[in-house]
């Protein structure tokens, strides 16, 4: 059970209150084993690879003697939520992960690019959670508890404010953020930061709102409407605290330009009652693409406006975080290294329209454990992680994506 380091007291305490021991396992030996194609070696191995144990960190598995019951249950959680969802596994609730191959794995090919891929350097290991900048040939990413802004121009990482998740709105206007030692949900003027990260001193922008009703991390935005000076936002976070979004109008004040934060009502629950995880919302704040634990494979939903969650579509696999394409059409994606079941690895992008997958060329050496992306309407960026041979991380773009 590859956990982090943050998760493992949760973990440790929901397997007391079940009565049940708990093993820790290092997600660097899993991945060793998955990257060495040894399949069959090691039944147990195997059995997690295949129920999606790669898919994220942290991840968990429920086993009875050698045999591993369900999918791996992701994200850092409380112990309530371990134990809830461990005691489902425990008493066959859910259906479990897939026996064969998921079609992407068995059919999808590598799409055609008009251009060889292009490399950047990143600093230090970068975190799971990069994002472009909309309007910008920027990519925000953190490293090592600080927020750089990566120039697809000129190469250079510059420092920008936060410490994890600085994710920019769709329409590249303001960033959010987890605020320092839980200090709620930040919004920052984007113009502001980067202004001051041209001259090195992104470090000194402070936010221009706090709201500290939503205090979770992984924010993905979404803007509902526009009028006039007026845009109105829905965040949504999920990592501890499970699914929660809250919507906000910001307000150009049309003399000074400085914006006001206002929020709209009450944070929401979305989809109560279904065990959902890893969510990231589409950039019309209507959709989310998140796992099923009761499934273990990703899904669509819709969100409507009392809060209940429609699904639209099963994917059928196990995958990381999706990026969604700003027409909402398309979702990047990366696929774990499985054991026994095999298939293919790499980014993926799925089409909803034609209900097609294809491979990204030059994504066989990417971080499952890191999230792409889309530059604009033709490009995706995914994270190369270090190895023996090349001791640095650095991010991929690929363009002419169709």
Not at 103 to 129: C, F, K, M, S, W
Request: glycine share 10%; proline share 7%; aromatic share 8%.
């Amino acid at each position: 059970m590859p956990l982090s380091r943050r998760g493992i007291p949760n973990v440790v305490r929901a397997a007391e209150d079940l009565g049940v021991p708990v093993t820790l396992v290092a997600h660097e030996e899993l991945q060793a084993y998955a990257e060495a194609e040894m399949p069959g070696e090691d039944a147990l191995i195997d059995g997690l690879l295949d129920a999606g144990v790669l898919a994220h960190a942290p991840a968990l598995s429920v086993l009875r003697g050698g045999e591993v019951l369900g999918t791996a249950i992701l994200g850092y959680k409380s112990a309530d939520a371990y134990a809830s969802l461990v005691t489902a596994r425990l008493a066959g609730r859910d259906r479990g992960y897939p026996g064969s191959p998921t079609p992407y794995a068995r059919i999808a090919e590598a799409t055609l690019a008009r251009q060889a891929p292009a490399d950047y350097q990143a600093v230090g290991l970068p975190g799971a959670y990069f994002r472009w900048v909309p309007n910008t040939r920027l990519i925000a990413y953190e490293s090592d508890d600080r927020i750089y802004l990566l120039d697809l121009a000129d190469r250079q990482s510059r420092v920008a404010p936060g410490f994890v998740d600085f994710v920019p709105t769709p329409d590249g206007r303001y960033f959010v953020t987890p605020g320092p030692a839980d200090e709620g949900l930040e919004f920052f003027d984007a113009r502001e930061v980067l202004e001051a990260a041209a001259r090195g001193r992104g470090y000194e922008v402070e936010p221009i709102f706090n709201d500290l009703r939503m205090r979770d991390q992984y924010p993905s935005i979404g803007i509902l409407e526009r009028d006039g000076t007026r845009t109105r936002y829905r965040v949504l976070t999920s990592w501890f605290q499970g699914l929660l979004y809250r919507d906000y109008d910001v307000t150009v004040n049309a003399l000074t330009g400085a914006s006001s934060v206002r929020p709209v009502g009450e944070p929401v629950v979305p989809c109560r009652g279904a065990r959902l995880s890893t969510p990231i919302m589409s950039q019309d704040g209507r959709e989310v693409a998140v796992r099923d634990e009761s499934t273990g494979t990703t899904k669509i939903f819709g969100m409507l406006d009392d809060g209940t969650c429609r699904e639209v579509v099963d994917l059928g696999a196990v995958t990381s975080k999706v990026a969604w394409h700003a027409s909402g059409r398309k979702l990047a994606f990366a696929t774990p290294r499985r054991g026994r079941a095999g298939g293919e690895q790499g980014i993926f992008i799925y089409d909803r329209q034609t209900r097609t997958t294809v491979r990204v060329p030059g994504s066989e050496g990417a971080s499952q454990l890191a999230f792409p992306d889309f530059i604009g309407g033709e490009s995706v960026v995914f994270m190369i992680p270090p190895t023996p041979q090349q001791r640095m991380s650095f991010f991929r773009v690929v363009d002419g994506i169709e």
